[in-house]
């Protein structure tokens, strides 16, 4: 399984961003199909979130430097902070395990308690989408939260589903409102020392281990 999109892919990619921009609807389903028929089509929904944050990256994602091989450095790097067990941007496992500790009572104090939480992005990978930019001081941590209590509510408040409704897009503070976790992007962003935390919901572990991308379960202490 392909873990990021192929270089096609996202020239792919923007090329359906640019079409649906200028209205131009055979060229944006051309670039679709093009999309598609690359080796990760879970993968189309990811860049163009991200394109929504910072379209000029998505842009940039057409010009990396021929010769390399994007793909499997960024492998390489997601199999390295898998195996060290803690995200990009922690300096040590214990770090890891209190901003979970956090998570998991702000969550449960909420009344979900079946969440199993997951750093997605380029926290868990080691880059961004676009191939070759590493996670910084100025990325934001992109967190899944994988539970059918909150997809249950989810629907019952009327938030956008996306991929047949196993899914939400990223949850804006709005929408955490409603779902009574106003104050669990501020809490983790400030131990996470102000980097900038998202968030979206997951019907099932398996819905998001089928994207093909890397993540990393949150783990629990007990406490």
Known sequence: MSFFPGMDQIAAAI???????????????????GFVQGP?????????????????EVVDAAHVVPGGNPQAGMQSRA?????????????TMEDFELFGNTLYSELHGAGYTDVIPAFAGSSASGVSFRPG???DASSDYD???ISPQLMARAQELGIQLRS??????????EQL???????????????????????????????????????????TTGG
């Open 40 to 56: 990760n089509p879970g993968a189309f929904d990811d860049i163009i979130e991200g394109a929504a944050r910072n379209a000029d």
């Open 133 to 135: 930019v590493p996670f």
């Open 143 to 145: 967190i899944a939260l």
């Open 177 to 219: 409102e409603l779902l009574g976790l106003g104050n669990l992007a501020t809490e983790l962003s400030a131990q996470a020392g102000g980097r900038e935390v998202n968030f979206m919901i997951y019907l099932s572990e398996d819905v998001l281990a089928g994207r093909g991308q890397p993540y990393l379960n949150v783990p």
């Open 164 to 173: 047949q409704g196993t899914r939400t897009a990223p949850l804006t503070q």
């Open 79 to 91: 199999q390295e902070i898998a195996e060290r067990g803690f995200p990009e941007g922690f300096n």
């Open 15 to 33: 090329d359906f961003i640019r079409a649906a921009a200028a209205g131009d609807r055979m060229g944006a389903g051309l670039a679709l199909m």
